[in-house]
């Protein structure tokens, strides 16, 4: 079900400041700024082989990522994504155990076209977790 660790994702208050950073401090190679309008987040990767770290920035005032940044207004790690094969048959999994899940039940893509889901940070050792959708090519 869980098949490993996607990303981390770190709010920042400014996307290009933050990718300039990285990039003069630590020579991490920042991708290119994404927008992912159904959440109201900018967002770049910094791919690391095995798993990436997402930069994320709000696109609008009132989303969950612009109310992290008024409360962090340094930014700060949001949440992990854990990669999972299917993503509704994971949530309905983890869900009969006992894990809440954020939203209404209405399916929720990534700027890349998954399916993603977001377990409430109360069942899961108080970190926000993101699962999203990986299948494997056959």
Not at 43 to 59: F, M, R, T
Not at 80 to 109: H, I, K, M, N, Y
Not at 111 to 126: A, K
């Amino acid at each position: 079900m869980v098949t490993g660790l996607s990303h981390v994702a770190i709010v920042v208050p400014d996307l290009a400041a933050a990718a300039r950073k990285l990039a003069d401090l630590y020579g991490l190679a920042v991708g290119r700024p994404e927008v992912n309008e159904g959440e109201g987040v900018r967002l770049a990767y910094v791919e690391l082989g095995n798993a990436k770290i997402e930069l994320i920035e709000p696109s609008r005032p009132g989303t969950a990522v612009a109310k992290f940044l008024e409360r962090n207004p340094r930014g700060g790690i949001h949440h992990f994504c854990l990669s999972v094969d299917d993503v509704v048959a994971a949530e309905q999994r983890f869900t009969t155990r006992g894990a809440r899940f954020a939203g209404d039940g209405t399916p929720r893509l990534s700027v890349h076209g998954q399916r993603i889901g977001f377990i409430h940070p109360q069942d899961f050792l108080g970190a926000l977790v993101e699962i999203e959708e990986h299948r494997s090519v056959e």
